[in-house]
């Protein structure tokens, strides 16, 4: 079983995405959870949703970084519940610190639709274990503000620590600054944090997990956090 939550905020248009993916995926129903409310009920896994929650005022993510129900999201996600952020939901999750860095705008300075090839870098995460490491996948991308920026010595500890999970390359593989969309540093397109628990991801997998989408390569996503799941519970 997989108890699900996908956190609303006033201008998520991902949400019902992720839940529709979730349930036919998991076949466990998705519970939708309101901004303004003050706590998450029990769940083997929180989502942030893509969109642009408040209007991406400020900066994409900062107020709802600090919305009522990101309290008790930030004390579940340090607690051990996993936590997945796509696109928006990256951005708060970099906003509220339960990720570093943060997502500026494409070098491009447009908005960028398509699909993208991602590298998966690492398949020991909580939501990457029925990948395998060096796989290449297609996801789509949809945003403006997806260049991920972080200091030498952040960047630096995060390759060392396996935490860069997708990164931006060709068909192929191979990695270059011409494969990135948006101008993110060292290509990086998702990282999770040390117990690879939390992941935040501006690719958007909940768009192609079934054939009538158009391919199948953001699924494993949530079959792995199903499978993680599960093993939690054995």
Not at 9 to 17: L, V
Not at 53 to 79: E, Q
Not at 129 to 153: L, M, S
């Amino acid at each position: 079983m997989l108890r699900a939550s996908v956190i609303v905020f006033p201008g998520s248009n991902c949400d019902r995405d992720v839940k529709t993916a979730l349930e036919r995926i998991t076949g466990f129903p998705v519970k939708m959870v309101w901004h303004g409310d003050a706590s998450v009920p029990a769940s083997d896994l929180i989502v942030l949703p893509g969109g642009f929650s408040y209007g991406d005022y400020l900066r994409c993510g900062a107020m709802a970084a600090h919305s009522p129900i990101m309290r008790d999201v930030i004390a579940k996600a340090k607690a051990g519940t996993p936590v997945l952020g796509i696109c928006n939901g990256f951005q708060i999750l970099c906003e509220s610190g339960l990720l570093p860095g943060v997502l500026m705008r494409n070098a491009s300075l447009r908005f960028i639709c398509r699909d993208v090839y991602l590298k998966v870098e690492t398949d020991k995460t909580f939501f990457t274990n029925t990948y395998r490491a060096g796989e290449v996948i297609r996801v789509p991308i949809a945003h403006a503000e997806g260049n991920y920026f972080a200091d030498a010595e952040t960047l630096d500890r995060l390759e060392g620590e396996g935490q860069v999970v997708f990164r931006y390359c060709d068909k192929d593989g191979s990695v270059s600054a011409e494969t990135s969309p948006n101008g993110a540093q060292r290509n990086i397109a998702g990282i999770a944090d040390p117990t690879g628990r939390i992941l935040g991801m501006m690719p958007h997998p909940e768009r192609l997990y079934e054939d009538p989408l158009g391919g199948t390569d953001g699924r494993r996503i949530f079959e792995s956090a199903l499978v993680s799941a599960v093993a939690a519970m054995a």
